[in-house]
């Protein structure tokens, strides 16, 4: 809440956000706000800053100037809380860990806990609720690794959920996830938002942004757009976060930007 005049405060803002490694500027200046209960794409090219701005958002880096704020805190306060949860990308994950999809959904709980990190009653209920919330509760008991990369991905959605967390952030959830799959992530994305959680998903799949995101931002270490996915879409905005290549594809009737990536 506000308590300058009592209206909630944003899901998501970042005001003139500059963070570097060393020499290297990976966002510079990215003012952003995002309202609770939206689905916002992030689109830009590889190394424009997108796990950046999540690792910002997480508190998992500190800006060398500017503001990040989560529901009106500072991101560490918002990760105590549990406000936020965070889907990595899958090449940030240990998956030969000895963990069954019904424990990774339980660190979700970790906060609820005391300090021996024993589950009560509440804490089973939460995970169960959450693994059938996306469908993976015949997979419960699966080592996390044995699970397809989309069955993955909603493993680490359930965490979120079961963590109760108002703001999710996706990683490229659709990274080597076949179709149907994205469009169970994106069903179950577009349900939690109309709950009220905010998701800010960053996405290489241009062609299905309108059906997932409320609004896009593109970026290039700078917010070069951000509106309707239709008003970032246009040709004239991919060209300058993409490169003119793009707009040969898009002529060939592919948007999908650097999607050939390994
Ligand atoms: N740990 C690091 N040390 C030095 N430079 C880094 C580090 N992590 C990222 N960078 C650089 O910061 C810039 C932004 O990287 P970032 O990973 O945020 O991009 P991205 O948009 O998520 O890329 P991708 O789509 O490939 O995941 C890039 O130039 C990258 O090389």
Redesign the pocket.
């Known amino acids: 809440m506000n308590p300058a005049d009592g209206t909630a405060a944003p899901a998501l803002e970042l005001e003139a956000v500059t963070v570097r ?2 020499d ?1 500027t ?1 966002l510079d200046g990215v003012s952003l706000t995002v309202e609770p209960g939206r689905v916002c794409g992030l689109v ?1 090219m ?7 701005l999540f690792k910002a958002l997480m508190g998992l880096l500190k800006p060398a100037a500017g503001e990040v704020r989560i529901a009106g805190l500072p991101p560490a306060k918002a990760r105590k809380a549990g406000l936020v949860a965070y889907v990595p ?1 899958s090449e940030d994950v240990d998956w030969s860990f000895p963990l069954s999809v019904r424990d990774v959904v339980m660190t979700g709980r970790y906060g609820h806990m005391g300090p021996s990190r024993r589950p009560r009653p509440a804490d089973r209920d939460a995970v169960r609720d959450a693994l059938a919330r996306v469908e993976l509760q015949d997979l419960a008991d699966r080592q996390i690794g044995r699970l397809s990369g989309g069955q993955k991905k909603r493993a680490f959605v359930a965490r979120g959920i079961a963590q109760g967390a108002s703001v999710l952030l996706l990683d ?1 959830p659709f990274a080597g996830v076949d179709k149907r799959s994205e469009a169970t992530i994106t069903a179950l994305l577009r349900q939690l938002a109309a709950e009220g959680r905010t998701i800010l998903v960053s996405t290489h799949d241009l062609h299905a942004l309108p059906q997932l995101a409320d609004e896009a931002v593109l970026l290039l270490h700078r917010v070069l757009a951000h509106g309707t996915p239709e008003e970032v879409l246009q040709p004239a905005q991919l060209a300058r976060a993409f490169g003119l290549n793009v707009l040969a594809d898009a002529g060939a009737g592919s948007i999908a930007a650097d999607r050939s990536r390994p």
């Open positions: 490694y060393d290297v990976a830009g590889n190394g424009s800053g997108k796990s950046t990308q490229e």
